[in-house]
């Protein structure tokens, strides 16, 4: 499954105030409106076409990570605070080359669960799970104890993966399997992607890919946030008369440039403070 975004390129030029007197001012006036479209046009395909690529790579990689760790030997159900669990370096690895990954875990038909977040810090994620500053590394687990008890337990973990300080909560009511994303990976067999939704933790858009387990039934889960989208954004060359905004099916906001101010991300994209937008919406 693709998901699909939309670009809206919406070119607005300045207004020709005067009178243009004779034939060859007015052929003239012609040729350069005629010179202005092709440009304009050429800076939208071109500008498009980079959006559509940067789109399309970013979502390629939590599709991909999910469709590796899913064939993976080391997955296995957890047992323990998941420390020592033998996926948690592939997990780690795949973290820290991809900044923009916030979260893998996998959920297995049994109903354990095995989670890395990368807080890198981050005073929302660290006030979210209580966990302690300079807590770079989130470890959760959800498995049946050695009495036979379901147990959760959280590890924080420093920037050398060092145990700053862990918790172990009785009975947690979080099951994996009744998630929508456990479910559209089993009904699918294959790597399906989210819609775009507002991470709890951080307050920012993002994605979720998914991808049944080859072996033992289970599911890989990846989240991956948009952020990088709206400076990507920002960073387009483009004049001062035009904008450039990502939205999806829904006409939700993926990605503005930083110079509209106060304009929630995932709001309609009718609501962005420009009359070439506006226009774009107009019955």
Request: charged share 20%; with cysteine; proline share 5%.
């Amino acid at each position: 499954m693709r998901f699909h975004f939309k670009t809206a390129l919406i070119l607005s030029s300045l207004a020709i105030i005067g009178l243009l007197s004779g034939t060859i001012l007015f052929a003239q006036w012609i040729v350069g409106q005629k010179a202005a479209d092709k440009v304009a046009s050429n800076v939208f395909n071109t500008t498009a076409a980079k959006i559509q690529e940067q789109v399309s790579n970013l979502m390629d990689v939590p599709m991909k990570i999910s469709g590796i760790i899913a064939h993976s030997e080391a997955v296995a159900p957890p047992g323990d605070g998941g420390l020592s669990e033998p996926v948690r370096n592939q997990i780690f690895k795949a973290l820290e080359e991809y900044p923009s990954i916030y979260s893998i875990y996998i959920g297995h038909g049994d109903g354990s669960f095995y989670q890395i977040i990368a807080a890198k810090g981050d005073n929302a994620v660290l006030g979210k799970h209580n966990a302690l500053e300079g807590t770079q590394w989130i470890v959760r687990t959800i498995y049946t104890d050695v009495s036979g008890k379901r147990t959760q337990s959280w590890s924080f973990l420093d920037s050398r993966k060092q145990l700053l300080n862990a918790r172990i909560e009785a009975a947690p009511e979080y099951d994996p399997r009744k998630r929508p994303w456990y479910g559209a990976a089993v009904s699918s067999g294959k790597a399906v992607l989210s819609d775009v939704y507002m991470f709890n933790s951080l307050q920012k858009p993002g994605i979720t890919a998914s991808h049944a387990l080859m072996k033992g039934p289970g599911v890989v889960g990846v989240d991956m946030t948009l952020s990088d989208l709206s400076q990507f954004v920002s960073d387009q060359e483009m004049s001062e008369n035009n904008v450039v905004c990502i939205f999806d099916n829904k006409n939700r906001i993926i990605a503005l440039p930083n110079t509209f101010k106060g304009v929630p991300l995932l709001s309609d994209v009718s609501k962005v403070p420009s009359d070439a937008v506006q226009s774009l919406f107009d019955d």
